[in-house]
């Protein structure tokens, strides 16, 4: 999730989040910067005390329009158990289209790091790639779209979609996301719908806060919280 107007023209120093939504758009954070994102969530299919997690996304600058991601659940807890979860690496290239719209592309992996005791791992290497667009409609209005195959590795991919749209204004902005994954070897299909709050109290920090609702059966409600925070430059 990104605020209308913050894409290509934004400060280096400037939190620049793909937290809270389950997509991402197709901005970088800039070169030789790093950004780190934390969310505490809690989700479950029939009670939100199914699950809990922290969970983690360290993002580094690496060229103008390149950007290297690291990210995962640092703890989760189930009915089963307590734990690390999956690891994942994503490699974000972007371009801008014109002053307003810009596209990318991540393809990224994810290792299989978790406990599977707690029943937060996939057991086994999973691969995906997902074309974003990103897009300035309007002075407060823009448009993030998703697409692409996940869960590679398992069987039959499951491909994912999502359309969010955000308005912002001063430094309090609103997304909603609709999204979506089709059956694969990894799992069902899920479909749900995202609604967050963010607040800017400073040009290096973004707050969020909101929840999902599963659309599906399969699909787990959830609420978080969370903080997207710009540490500053870390080479030239």
Same mark, same amino acid.
């Given at each position: 999730?990104?605020?209308?107007?913050?894409?290509?023209?934004?400060?280096?120093?400037?939190a620049?989040?793909?937290?809270?939504?389950?997509?991402?758009?197709?901005?970088?954070?800039?070169?030789g910067?790093?950004?780190?994102?934390q969310?505490?969530?809690?989700?479950g299919?029939?009670?939100?005390?199914e699950?809990?997690?922290?969970?983690?996304?360290?993002?580094?600058?690496?060229?103008?329009?390149?950007?290297?991601?690291?990210?995962?659940?640092?703890y989760?807890?189930?009915?089963t158990?307590?734990?690390?979860?999956?690891?994942g690496?994503?490699?974000?290239?972007?371009?801008?289209?014109?002053?307003?719209?810009?596209?990318?592309v991540?393809?990224g992996?994810? *290792?299989?790091?978790g406990?599977r005791?707690? &029943?937060?791992?996939?057991?086994?290497?999973? $691969?995906? =790639?997902? !074309? +974003?667009m990103?897009?300035?409609?309007?002075?407060?209005?823009?448009?993030?779209?998703n697409?692409?195959?996940t869960?590679?590795?398992?069987?039959?991919?499951?491909?994912?979609?999502s359309?969010?749209?955000?308005?912002?204004?001063?430094?309090?902005?609103l997304?909603?996301?609709?999204?979506?994954?089709t059956?694969?070897?990894v799992?069902?299909?899920?479909?749900?719908a *995202?609604?967050?709050?963010?607040i800017?109290? &400073?040009?290096?920090?973004?707050?969020?806060a $909101?929840? =999902?609702? !599963? +659309?599906?059966g399969?699909?787990?409600?959830?609420?978080?919280?969370?903080?997207?925070?710009?540490?500053g430059r870390?080479?030239?």
């Amino acid at each position: 999730m990104i605020l209308a107007g913050a894409g290509a023209a934004q400060s280096p120093r400037a939190a620049n989040p793909e937290r809270p939504t389950v997509a991402t758009h197709a901005y970088a954070v800039a070169p030789g910067y790093w950004e780190l994102e934390q969310g505490f969530s809690i989700r479950g299919l029939h009670s939100l005390r199914e699950m809990t997690s922290w969970d983690l996304n360290l993002k580094l600058g690496l060229a103008r329009g390149w950007q290297l991601g690291i990210s995962g659940p640092a703890y989760g807890r189930t009915g089963t158990g307590t734990g690390v979860g999956d690891l994942g690496v994503a490699l974000k290239a972007r371009t801008d289209v014109t002053s307003r719209i810009a596209v990318g592309v991540v393809p990224g992996v994810t *290792l299989p790091t978790g406990s599977r005791r707690a &029943g937060l791992s996939a057991g086994r290497t999973l $691969g995906a =790639v997902v !074309g +974003v667009m990103s897009a300035d409609v309007a002075p407060a209005w823009h448009v993030d779209l998703n697409l692409g195959p996940t869960g590679v590795g398992a069987g039959a991919p499951q491909w994912f979609g999502s359309a969010g749209v955000s308005w912002s204004r001063g430094p309090a902005a609103l997304t909603t996301e609709f999204f979506g994954l089709t059956t694969g070897g990894v799992g069902p299909a899920l479909s749900g719908a *995202l609604v967050a709050v963010l607040i800017t109290p &400073g040009e290096r920090v973004v707050v969020d806060a $909101g929840g =999902v609702w !599963g +659309v599906t059966g399969q699909t787990p409600d959830q609420l978080f919280l969370g903080v997207t925070t710009n540490l500053g430059r870390i080479f030239e």
